[in-house]
C-alpha cells in the first residue's frame, strides 16, 4: 500500500479508531489493538482500547492474531472478535451464539470481522502460521457459520491505493445517506 494502513483517514477518522468505534458501539467494552509495526504511530490512536505489543511482528500478520488470541485467552474470554485494521467499514453481525466460527459474508464473498470461539485458542496460538488464520479456520470447517450481511464494508479493505479509494467512497457514500 506504501502507508500506514491503519492511520488512514476513512470518513475523516484514522481507520483503527473507526475500527474500535464500531466494536464500542456494538457494546463490546474489551477491545485490543494488536500493536508492532511503527507502533509510534498507531498508540495515539487507539483510546478506549487496550494496546497488546506484538515483539515478533516481524514475523508477519498470523504472529499478530497469536498474541491478541494469547491475551484474550488469559483473561477466560469465550470468544473473539477479530479483524485488521484496514477493514474500516465493518460492522458486527448480531449472534446468538460463541460456539461456532462466524464469518460474515457480503454477496458469498468473506469478510470481517471473523469470531473465534474460544475452543480454538490454543489450536491458534501453536499453529504453525502455514496459510494464516485461513488455513486454521479450514480445519475447523464443521464450525464455520457464514452470516449474509447488507454491509458492502465487510469485504472492503485497504490492500491497494485503488483499494483504499474504493473504501473511502464507500465510507462517504454511506455518511451522505444517513
Not at 506504501?2 to 475500527?19: D, E, I, N, S
Not at 469465550?78 to 477493514?87: E, G
Not at 454491509?151 to 485503488?162: A, I, S
Amino acid at each position: 500500500m506504501g502507508a500506514f494502513k491503519a492511520t488512514l483517514p476513512v470518513g475523516g477518522v484514522p481507520a483503527v479508531t473507526r475500527v474500535i468505534n464500531v466494536f464500542t458501539n456494538a457494546g463490546i467494552s474489551d477491545i485490543a489493538v494488536i500493536s508492532g509495526y511503527k507502533r509510534e504511530l498507531l498508540v495515539e490512536h487507539i483510546q478506549g482500547a487496550t494496546e497488546v505489543y506484538n515483539a515478533n511482528f516481524s514475523d508477519g500478520m498470523f504472529s499478530s492474531v497469536q498474541t491478541g488470541i494469547a491475551h484474550f485467552a488469559e483473561r477466560g474470554f469465550d470468544a473473539v472478535w477479530l479483524t485488521p485494521a484496514d477493514c474500516a467499514l465493518i460492522s458486527v453481525p448480531k449472534i446468538n451464539s460463541t460456539d461456532n466460527i462466524i464469518i460474515p459474508t457480503y454477496l458469498g464473498v468473506d469478510g470481517h470481522p471473523v469470531l473465534l470461539p474460544n475452543r480454538l485458542f490454543p489450536d491458534i496460538i501453536c499453529y504453525g502460521g502455514f496459510g494464516g488464520l485461513r488455513g486454521l479456520i479450514e480445519q475447523f470447517r464443521e464450525f464455520i457459520v457464514y452470516t449474509e450481511t447488507h454491509n458492502t464494508g465487510t469485504v472492503l479493505d485497504m490492500d491497494t491505493p485503488d483499494d483504499y479509494d474504493a473504501l473511502k467512497r464507500y465510507a462517504e457514500s454511506q455518511s451522505s445517506s444517513v
